[in-house]
């Protein structure tokens, strides 16, 4: 048997026309695929747009609907802390309900919100739990319509000191600085 030129055999004796095609790699797509420059382009543009529409680096945190903050001109960049948030007569720390207003309004009182204690309480311990090393910061967000109740104030505020707390930032819309004193 005389030596042959290597190359494709398989199939070569076959007398059909497809399958002598199929088998040189004839009506195959180009194995190159080409992407088109600019839908790939449009689809970054599109995707970074998206991104920084929906990042914040200062920290803003979304106001709970139908509450209205009050201003101030003195005000500093949001912290990361437990926010306590009193919209109408219900309580949420970080979103989630955690009681409500409903008997300080009624008895006009200032008194201790136990479920938000008990909830800010286990917040400590599990900071303190996660950070053995650290001193706790004790600091936590206040998130109030400005037309809720002083004693409501109050007694959210006095709340979240014993819960160990002590430290409490209200959460307000910043007024640009004025000229005059």
Known sequence: MPVQNPGR???????????????????????????????????????????????SASGETPVAKGLNLPKAENALDMIDSPMVSVVGSQILVDGSPSGNTRAVEESDRMQRIDELFNILKAKRELWKQTHPTKDFP????????????????????????????????????????????
């Open 9 to 55: 055999r398989l199939m070569r004796h076959v007398g059909l026309e497809f399958v002598a095609k199929k088998v040189e790699g004839g009506g195959h797509r180009s194995t190159n695929a080409s992407l088109s420059l600019t839908s790939m382009i449009d689809f970054l543009v599109v995707t970074v747009v998206f991104l920084l529409m929906t990042f």
């Open 138 to 181: 004790g600091v936590v967000l206040l998130q109030i319509d400005q037309n809720i109740k002083a004693v409501v104030v109050k007694s959210v505020f006095q709340t979240a000191a014993f819960a160990g707390f002590p430290n409490v930032s209200f959460m307000v819309n910043k007024l640009p600085m004025s000229g005059a004193h």
